[in-house]
């Protein structure tokens, strides 16, 4: 692993249940809660993964895409809603802590309006098991839930995507437990320096 410029090469293609905890920190070392956000995005979009050519990735982000349409539209995205059956749905609705959204699947609205953050977070973590990807990256993908909603999620994801490499970026205390590695990134003028750190409980 190494950098040239601002771009982190991650050879984690021949790596099975790898999951890794990317913690953003400044130049000064410590955890920069105040550029999360901007620092999150940076590392993203600056950072090349390899992973094999068949593999299936999925990336959520801190705010998910809804697309207008019915719930199950929602869940299912990008594939198309009838390809799975309701009762898969719903049961995913109940255990991502929505169970009030069950019996609502085929109700069309404008769900990332209707549903606050949290709740949307929650979807794409429906969406997530859904899909079950060989990759999944999460850039603060939890955020905006409390730490024991946050951490009962990713308990789920590692139930229920065992054989998924999981790499998250985020700062909270609760995503240590739940992985195996943990990179800092710490900014140092135009790029990140990228270091192995122990795998202790990240300051909140």
């Given at each position: 692993?190494?950098s040239?410029?601002?771009?982190?090469?991650?050879?984690?293609?021949?790596?099975?249940?790898?999951?890794?905890?990317?913690?953003?920190?400044?130049?000064?070392?410590?955890?920069?809660?105040?550029?999360?956000?901007?620092?999150?995005?940076?590392?993203?979009?600056?950072?090349?993964?390899?992973?094999?050519?068949?593999?299936?990735?999925?990336?959520?982000?801190?705010?998910?895409?809804?697309?207008?349409?019915?719930?199950?539209?929602?869940?299912?995205?990008?594939?198309?809603?009838?390809?799975?059956?309701?009762?898969?749905?719903?049961?995913?609705?109940?255990?991502?802590?929505?169970p009030?959204?069950?019996d609502?699947?085929?109700?069309?609205?404008?769900?990332?309006?209707?549903?606050?953050?949290?709740?949307?977070?929650?979807?794409?973590i429906?969406?997530?098991?859904?899909?079950?990807?060989?990759?999944?990256?999460?850039?603060?993908?939890?955020?905006?839930?409390?730490?024991?909603?946050?951490?009962?999620?990713?308990?789920?994801?590692?139930?229920?995507?065992?054989?998924?490499?999981?790499?998250s970026?985020?700062?909270?205390?609760?995503?240590?437990?739940?992985?195996?590695?943990r990179?800092?990134?710490?900014?140092?003028?135009?790029?990140?320096?990228?270091?192995?750190?122990?795998?202790?409980?990240?300051?909140?």
């Amino acid at each position: 692993m190494r950098s040239n410029s601002t771009r982190i090469a991650l050879a984690v293609g021949a790596l099975a249940a790898l999951v890794v905890l990317f913690v953003v920190l400044n130049s000064s070392g410590s955890d920069n809660k105040s550029n999360t956000s901007t620092s999150a995005t940076s590392v993203t979009s600056h950072t090349k993964w390899r992973a094999p050519a068949d593999a299936r990735v999925m990336t959520l982000p801190q705010r998910p895409y809804l697309p207008i349409g019915s719930l199950a539209a929602a869940i299912s995205y990008p594939a198309e809603s009838g390809g799975y059956d309701a009762a898969q749905l719903r049961a995913l609705l109940k255990a991502v802590g929505l169970p009030a959204l069950a019996d609502r699947l085929d109700e069309e609205a404008h769900w990332s309006r209707m549903l606050s953050l949290g709740e949307q977070q929650r979807i794409g973590i429906a969406r997530a098991i859904l899909h079950a990807p060989d990759f999944l990256l999460l850039d603060e993908a939890t955020a905006s839930l409390d730490e024991p909603s946050e951490a009962a999620l990713y308990q789920l994801l590692h139930e229920r995507l065992p054989a998924a490499t999981i790499v998250s970026i985020g700062h909270r205390s609760t995503l240590a437990e739940f992985h195996k590695r943990r990179l800092t990134l710490t900014r140092d003028g135009n790029r990140f320096r990228v270091k192995e750190a122990a795998l202790s409980p990240v300051d909140s």
